[in-house]
């Protein structure tokens, strides 16, 4: 038997298969699109579709006169039900009046028998914009300035510094990114700070959805639903989380599913037989990070007078998962600063090197500061030469 294609078997059950819809949309689509995304957040905000009515305000009643011609409109219906999560387009308890085209908000007020405002009234209302100008200056309109923001200029201050010196990363979002109270965000270019959240998932349109204190680094806050965040974050390309450096299973012989695999922290031993290095040969080791296998990296020690000129062998690695592993080495290697190695040697030309990352430290400490990083305490500490420990302070 001949398998038949999607659009032989709707033709068999008497359905014709709809077209792929345009990428692009004309001025007029594009009108009543935003004009319907503006029903819709009327209806986010006050919990019921527009109404009819004298005693209704302008706007209302003028949303109440779109959405029923849009609803008596095939052309228009078709092109916003995709996007009716609220079941405005359905017909019930609504009885429109046939109308022969979209009208504009002008011709609108005026059969509401309203005179159309002058621009500078409270009321005027502009040309409707395009679904993406109206998206851009959605979240700033929402804005408005934080009171108490010196309260929370200090998480501000402290998080610039974390990512200047690599204990914070910002990182891509994935699509209805999970938002909880304390997370941190950069939206269209500025810092935000999840302040609040509302104890239970009742607010919204269907009484579904969490409402949202957030505080930007302008100093202004917005209150918001959680699905509306959302959606911001997915509209900006550049939006980014900001997590702690050691946020997630850092270090551990697994990963989970959404781990990202970054590399191995990896301690190495030199067989040289520079005399400083027989002598301490114990406590002398090379810190790096890598994202490949260590194996590979340390083929051609013996060639390379970053290695010391000599074989190498593995003391010691650690997995890791979520992090930026060249922030990660430049924070182990500041952390050993008063522990590095001063040696100098030759290449195989002749010519003087003074290798970097070989610290005067034995392996258990390296282990210690290694749980430092995992519980998030490293910077509660230093390291003494010494007394060879980690100190507070």
């Not at 979209?102 to 002058?118: N, T, W």
């Not at 104890?199 to 100093?219: A, P, S, T, W």
């Amino acid at each position: 038997m001949v398998e038949k294609s999607n659009a032989e078997l709707l033709a068999e059950l008497g359905v014709e298969a709809a077209p792929k819809k345009k990428g692009t949309y004309s001025p007029r689509e594009e009108r009543i699109i935003a004009g319907f995304e503006e029903i819709q957040h009327f209806v986010e905000e006050h919990g019921h579709s527009p109404a009819h009515g004298e005693s209704k305000g302008i706007f209302e009643r003028l949303y109440a006169t779109r959405l029923d011609q849009i609803i008596d409109q095939e052309e228009c219906r078709s092109l916003v039900e995709e996007i009716d999560h609220q079941g405005l387009l359905v017909v019930e308890n609504r009885t429109p009046e046939s109308s022969k085209e979209y009208k504009s908000d002008a011709e609108l007020l005026k059969e509401l028998g309203v005179e159309a405002p002058k621009e500078g009234d409270v009321t005027f209302l502009k040309h409707v914009k395009t679904r993406a100008e109206v998206k851009a200056a959605e979240e700033i309109a929402k804005r408005e300035l934080c009171e108490d923001f010196e309260k929370f200029k200090p998480i501000f201050d402290a998080v610039q510094q974390d990512l200047k010196s690599g204990l914070r990363e910002a990182k891509l979002l994935v699509k209805n990114a999970q938002i909880d109270q304390g997370d941190l965000f950069i939206l269209f270019g500025q810092k935000a700070y999840v302040a609040e959240v509302s104890e239970g998932r009742i607010h919204g349109f269907d009484n579904n959805d969490y409402r949202l204190r957030v505080i930007y680094d302008n100093g202004t806050e917005s209150d918001l639903l959680l699905r509306s965040l959302q959606k911001a974050l997915d509209r900006d390309e550049a939006g980014r989380r900001i997590i702690e450096l050691t946020a997630g299973p850092l270090f551990s012989d697994t990963s989970g599913d959404e781990d990202l695999a970054s590399g191995t922290i990896y301690v190495l031993r030199s067989k040289s037989e520079h005399p400083t290095i027989i002598e301490n040969r114990d406590v002398i080791h090379k810190i790096g990070v890598t994202g490949g296998k260590v194996e590979t990296r340390i083929s051609n020690a013996k060639l390379d007078p970053t290695y010391l000129m000599a074989d190498v062998e593995i003391v010691a690695t650690y997995e890791l998962y979520n992090i930026n592993r060249t922030k990660l080495e430049h924070i182990l290697h500041k952390f050993f600063e008063n522990a590095k190695l001063d040696i100098q040697i030759n290449d195989r030309f002749g010519n003087p090197v003074t290798p970097r990352e070989w610290f005067l430290v034995p392996v258990f400490i390296i282990d210690e500061v290694v749980e430092k990083v995992r519980n998030k305490t490293l910077s509660n500490y230093r390291y003494d030469v010494e007394s060879a420990c980690l100190v507070k302070g």
